[in-house]
């Protein structure tokens, strides 16, 4: 570290935040869950996102989102996050939900564009829930923004767990400063494999707060696939009981001990089972996700 620590990593030294995670992974049944450090509540490693995949609220998306639903609930899963700006998302998973009595089987997170009541009234009543699990402020990107909205909504019961996101790097300083300042619940950010600027703009700011993490676009918005079409996965992968590339993508990321749940979005159910298997077995250390990253930069 140098000759001087500065303050962030003096304090993160002096309360054990960089020896021993508070949300240490543990499995359950062989899916491995994480703890979210405010509450020590248990959630599955592996979720679902929705963005657009499940925008129109017409027959066909609602019956693929009714497999895809009903592929995670039974793979061990329980998160699906949605949000207000996704079109029609939340409206499909709200009665996509609701008709299979899905809802006190899942951990239900949404987002806001704003700390607006009108539009966490139509969340709700779109999502069919009175009460959401997890109310995040969509693409955070004023320092000063003040999160005093959602800690009262918080307070009143609407949701149980507060938090922020984003999926700009331009915006990370911002993010990181109500990070610190408001200390939320949750954090949402974009990192993958070959999109790793996170560790180290946010994360450390998320482990100081102990925000929760929830890694959006966990397979870069579609170019790791791209990156090994038609590549066999390594033969070295079996030794993190990786068996797809998804499951090799969205492992590196459980690797990452600061994180709480990967959330790729899929609208095919035999891909959403496939990417529940990275939350089985085992995962890979710091050396071998060394040597991910470093097969990455080979292709």
């Not at 599955?44 to 963005?51: C, D, E, F, M, Y």
């Not at 998804?246 to 590196?252: D, E, H």
Request: aromatic share 6%; net charge neutral.
């Amino acid at each position: 570290m140098g000759q001087a620590l500065n303050r962030r990593a003096f304090t993160m030294l002096a309360t054990g935040a960089m020896l021993a995670p508070a949300w240490a992974q543990q499995k359950e049944g062989g899916f491995i869950t994480n703890v979210i450090p405010q509450s020590g509540e248990r959630i599955p490693a592996v979720g679902l996102g929705t963005a657009v995949n499940f925008n129109t609220a017409d027959a066909e998306t609602e019956r693929k989102a009714s497999e895809v639903v009903a592929a995670l609930v039974a793979g061990g899963g329980r998160l699906i996050d949605t949000a207000s700006s996704y079109r029609d998302a939340e409206r499909v998973i709200g009665n996509v939900v609701a008709s299979a009595g899905l809802r006190d089987k899942l951990f239900i997170a949404t987002k806001l564009q704003s700390p607006n009541a009108d539009e966490l009234r139509l969340s709700r009543e779109r999502l069919k829930t009175d009460k959401l699990d997890l109310l995040q402020l969509h693409n955070v990107r004023n320092p000063e923004q003040s999160l005093a909205e959602f800690k009262a909504w918080q307070k009143d019961g609407i949701c149980r767990y507060i938090g922020i996101t984003s999926t700009s790097h331009a915006a990370f300083p911002a993010v990181e400063a109500v990070l610190l300042r408001e200390k939320p619940d949750f954090l949402q950010v974009d990192y993958s494999l070959d999109d790793r600027e996170a560790e180290t703009r946010l994360m450390p700011a998320a482990a100081e707060v102990k925000a929760a993490v929830l890694t959006a676009l966990p397979f870069g918005r579609g170019r790791l696939f791209r990156a090994v079409r038609d590549k066999p996965l390594p033969d070295w992968a079996k030794e993190f009981d990786a068996t797809s590339w998804a499951q090799f993508f969205l492992k590196f990321l459980l690797g990452d001990e600061r994180v709480t749940a990967v959330i790729p979005g899929t609208a095919d159910a035999r891909h959403m089972a496939d990417n529940l298997g990275a939350a089985r077995g085992r995962l890979p250390d710091a050396e071998m996700r060394k040597r991910m990253v470093a097969l990455l930069d080979t292709l």
